[in-house]
């Protein structure tokens, strides 16, 4: 197969500019063959941790370095950033919209999230599509599309690959014949999607040549409501070397650095401050089982997401997720056994996993989990909620302990389990296999999968052609 | 000697030319905006056409009284330019009815591509639609080619399920309006038309075909009841209508 050249279309950027640029710097270009030239890492920019981005990357750049790919066009929202930047073989493009549209914009994404998610069943918006801030929805798309579409006259991709729902209608509006894949992220359950979503929603997915779901139950629901669409599933991935070993030292400056003394025992939850991430569930959880174990504490990490960020969409729900997550520890007087570590830089990330017992991932649906495989890198058990996609890899008590979100004791009882007496054994086991379990979620594994579908996807295009 | 007067009379004719064109230009502007406001219910497509129309009967009837002012006999001109209507009219009578056909079927024939249709007697799923002819698959996975003159002149049944919902409309945008905003304010627009349509089916706008020039969209609305479709699609045009307005003095 000859490489190609790809378009990669996400709502968060893979770089965040951390200053409003200078005047006439938006409309401008970075960088050189080398990379982003004269801009600092920290200062200036930073990567978007986590998240779409943290799994796209590493597999765009080993494409493009293996040869599959040519080159990469990757058009992201960034409303800070100038209008494009280099990076080697892949370019930036920066999407912008007015100020005005993208509280509309917001309002739609988080409406449409909220629901899969199931986080407020008292509003349903089934009246969403017809509603104002779903004409700014719509233009966002719009603009995406056109900035895609004005690149492939100059560029001629060979395929497209739009990821997750914020972008779902820029494949119908972008009206090419060439291939288009659609990576659905979050979870996909058809049964809490409402009645009035159901067509448009049918209409935008068949405008893909492929659907990529990360879960087995999300493609058996998903081909319930399209059953006209070709899924497939493939698990996410990272990228092993991404990870480090922290130093003794430095897991000790770290764990100084939050108040963790080396007699602590550490359970470590890390996501976004959001309240689908079930930090409540874990404090609370937590709250029930401090009493039998006084040398616990619960390390929550993670800030805002890109649209909670001022770069982003400014939506500021994480600092009221915070403030009412600080306050449930106030109540319970917990102060002293719950950190809020916020934001942490990878290495400083790792040695948390490293300094942990165990990790929760709380969540209360959760699209797949990577901080799951995150914490099997490190050799270390992984309690984890059933409604997740990565719940379908894991074996209860073998690779992993899985707990129903619901039930409000089950989680507690999960973590009570790795602490007890003689749970050394059941922590090992966990650890071990859970490392295993882990390669069906490396790099190495989706370099193969996703080379494969993106030749499948370009092949068929030429044969129907 | 030249005098005045003599150079007066030498350009007065072109001088009368020119107040005539200007006059026509005027009136042909004039022309245009009381058939813009006469036919706003209609399609879009259909009102541009009408105020083409307009425009070129007065762009006409200028022209020939300016030729006039010039010493030129209309009478030749206008035999000329009837004779070569005449002409064209026969030459390309079948290209010319069905191309016609084509336009008003665009606008006022309930089908569209995807659609299961029968017509003359012939059975199949429309898979294009050019100026010429409807191309249908049939069953038998024959392709039947019905020429678009028959889709105005013979009856044509919609058998896809629910086609009594669609309304299907043609729109022609030009190169420079700002395409995700005429959209936005679409919606906007049509938003307000939801109680007369079906919940479950927003507002569809998809992009036919695209130049630097012009871009063609399909727009499509499913209603809710059969008997209000023609109240709703003379609203919808004519909200069409003001957004396009709205697009064209917003240009980017």
Redesign the interface.
Known sequence: MAPLSLCINTQTPLIQFLNPPEAGLRDSSYGGPTGLLGLREGVDYRFSPGGVTRMVYPLVRRLLEKGVLEEAHWVAFNPRGPRTVRMGKMTLHNVSIETE?MSGYGKVKEAIWGRIHEIDAAEPH??L????A???Y??YN??TA?LI?SLDDELDFDVFYVHDFQQLAVG??L?TLKPKIFRWHIPFDATVIP??W???LK?YLDSYDVIVVSARKYAASLAGLDPDAKILRLYPYVDPGDYSRPSQERIAAVSERFGIAPQDEVALVVGRMDPIKGQDRAIKAFSSIAGEFPALKLVLVGNGSFSGSKSGLGLSKSAVWRAHLEEMVKTAALENRVVFAGHLLQEDLDCMYERCKFTILPSVREGFGLVAVESWLHGKPAIITQRSGIAELVRDGMNGLLYDPDDAGALASQMRALLGPGSGRLRARLARNGRTTSKKCFLDAAEKAEGKLLAEVTEAAVTEA | MITASTVLKLIAPYLSALVIILITVILAWVVSLVIGRLVRQSSPQMAGAARRLGVVVVALIGGTLALQALGVSPGILLLVIALLGVTILVALWAPLSNYGSKYFSDIYTPFKVGDTIKVQGYTGKVIEINPMTTILLSDEEQLISIPNVAMIRDVVVNMSPQAWKEVVIPISLAGNVD???F???L??SL?KL?LRLD????P?L???S?TAQSTELTLIVMLRRPEDRDAVTLEVNKRLTEVLEQARGAKR
């Open positions: 549209r089934n009246d599509f017809w509603s104002e779903f004409s700014e719509a233009y719009r603009i056109e579409r119908q509006m009206g009645e009035q159901r067509a448009l209409a | 395409l995700p905003a959209e936005s304010d919606r906007k938003a939801r919940r479950r089916f927003p569809v998809t992009t036919k695209r």
